[in-house]
């Protein structure tokens, strides 16, 4: 390379490290966000720009040009994607994140603190343990819980079982499991999200020893039936690795007894875990903490931030009741990383107990936005959200056209939409019209709802993950979808 080819690469890298480079598109990002953020709350635009994928990719590789305009790259993924911040959304388990959090993703993402060893990240690591020591006490764990924080519940859940493994079946991590495979077995609630299974796949149990526990009429583990599955399976010679409940359902939102369960499981001297992804965020509110009454007993539980705390994907706090624990999940040397010499920092390195290497700094935007707005403000997102589904199922129950299918602990309502032509028809012809129902709405644009299945036939479900979503929104949902269905009975 020539002289004036090394100047040529040097001005391109250091005008894109510039500050001043930094500070233009900076500004631009953050006025466009906040256009968009009032437009969102204000239901300017659509809840779902609905495209087909091959038209958005289409756009997206048109953008891939040197010297693209940064503001029109913030716009086409504004004007392309799901509009979170608008109350019309009712779908999945994704938060509209507290605004302020995304600034600090930015300063996390920018600081780029990798926290496998202390010294890589030593406060974004300080700031990790400030928030698992603060949340823990939150829910109510005793003296002496550990934890870690990880990039998301699924990553949390497998972590969690790949420690109940270990201590289970002594010598797996080194020597495996296939000998007696079949013998080791999870049994988790009936409707537990899908993680789990794929954990009992990974660890080398096999999916089909993902067993699942008898459920009552409320979506709940029924404890008697589940006192019975583990005598039965401890009589078959089988190892119950650990037993997994939910707070809440994924399905339902529904809330196992956790203090029943717990004497079951000490009883029978198996591991359990709590996936509280969801549902853990009810320890900040008077009204709904009851529904945790027990998870202090659970050996480990798994808490996302990203959902009923409000803040961006990924962050997900893995807690054990005992501290000791949450080294028995991973037993790998690597002197490039940790140093046994370093005893000071050495019970801080994260690395020790999660299957990350490189991990963000996650927990900058939670720790800020409890800094800024109080603690008080989780309390009031568990309220507003959990006090709206109640008001919704309410209407429901008040309008000839809904079926509610759940009576709502948490945020989520199953329900169907039957006119009164099809009162009395059969439930598949009822399921399919649930499903062609949904499609003419999110593709309208103006509510986002999602799939559900109730005993074997299709429902809709919703998600009140939107804390500015009123009884607006429910006159106006119940109006679209009364529109939607006469077109479609007028159609068919």
């Not at 650990?242 to 994924?250: F, L, Q, R």
């Not at 019970?347 to 990350?356: A, F, P, R, V």
Request: glycine share 8%; hydrophobic share 45%; aromatic share 8%.
């Amino acid at each position: 390379m020539n002289q004036d080819d090394y100047n040529a690469l040097r001005a391109r890298i250091e005008r894109a490290y510039a500050p001043a480079t930094f500070d233009k598109h900076g500004q631009t990002a953050v006025a466009l966000m906040a256009e968009f953020l009032n437009g969102s709350q204000h239901s300017a635009n659509a809840v779902l720009n609905w495209r087909a994928p091959t038209s958005n990719i289409e756009e997206a590789q048109a953008l891939l040009n040197d010297g693209a305009d940064v503001g029109e790259l913030i716009q086409a993924i504004f004007a392309h994607g799901q509009t979170i911040h608008d109350p019309r959304y009712m779908g999945h388990q994704v938060p509209a994140p507290v605004p302020m959090s995304a600034l600090f993703e930015a300063v996390s993402s920018l600081s780029n603190q990798g926290m496998t060893v202390y010294e890589m990240g030593p406060w974004s690591s300080a700031v990790e343990r400030v928030m698992m020591q603060t949340l823990g006490e939150q829910l109510g764990l005793t003296p002496g819980f550990g934890g870690i924080l990880t990039s998301g519940g699924s990553i949390a859940n497998l972590t969690a079982l790949l420690t109940a493994r270990n201590i289970a079946l002594q010598g797996t991590w080194a020597n495996g499991i296939s000998e007696g495979r079949d013998k080791a077995v999870i049994v988790a609630h009936g409707e537990s999200h899908y993680s789990v299974e794929r954990a009992a796949g990974i660890l080398g149990m096999g999916t089909h020893n993902c067993l699942k526990a008898a459920l009552d009429e409320h979506s709940k583990i029924d404890v008697a039936k589940l006192d019975e599955q583990l005598h039965s399976l401890r009589a078959q010679g089988k190892t119950v690795i650990a037993v997994v409940a939910a707070a809440c359902s994924t399905r339902t939102g529904s809330y196992d007894p956790l203090r029943a369960i717990a004497r079951v499981c000490k009883a029978h001297q198996v591991w359990l875990h709590v996936d509280a992804a969801h549902g853990a965020a009810a320890a900040f509110s008077d009204d709904y903490r009851h529904y945790l009454e027990g998870i202090e007993e659970a050996d480990s539980v798994v808490w996302d931030a990203h959902k009923m705390l409000f803040m961006p994907a990924l962050s997900t706090y893995l807690f054990y009741r005992k501290s000791a624990n949450q080294y028995q999940a991973l037993n790998q040397s690597a002197s490039y990383l940790f140093d046994a010499n370093a005893m000071l920092s050495e019970q801080y390195n994260t690395g020790l107990g999660t299957l990350e290497c490189t991990k963000r700094a996650a927990a900058f935007s939670l720790w800020a936005t409890w800094a800024v707005h109080g603690k008080q403000l989780f309390a009031d997102l568990v309220n507003i959200t959990y006090g709206m589904a109640r008001t919704f199922a309410r209407h429901m129950l008040q309008h000839p056209h809904f079926q509610l299918l759940n009576e709502p602990e948490a945020n989520v309502l199953v329900f169907r939409y039957v006119p009164s032509a099809l009162r009395g028809a059969d439930a598949g012809v009822i399921g399919a019209f649930q499903v062609g129902l949904r499609k003419r709405l999110i593709e309208s644009g103006e509510f986002y709802i999602v799939p559900a299945v109730d005993r074997g036939h299709q429902a809709l479900r919703m998600v009140i993950m939107n804390p500015l979503t009123s009884e607006a929104e429910f006159a106006g949902l119940s109006a679209a979808l009364q529109r939607h269905a006469e077109q479609m009975l007028a159609q068919n």
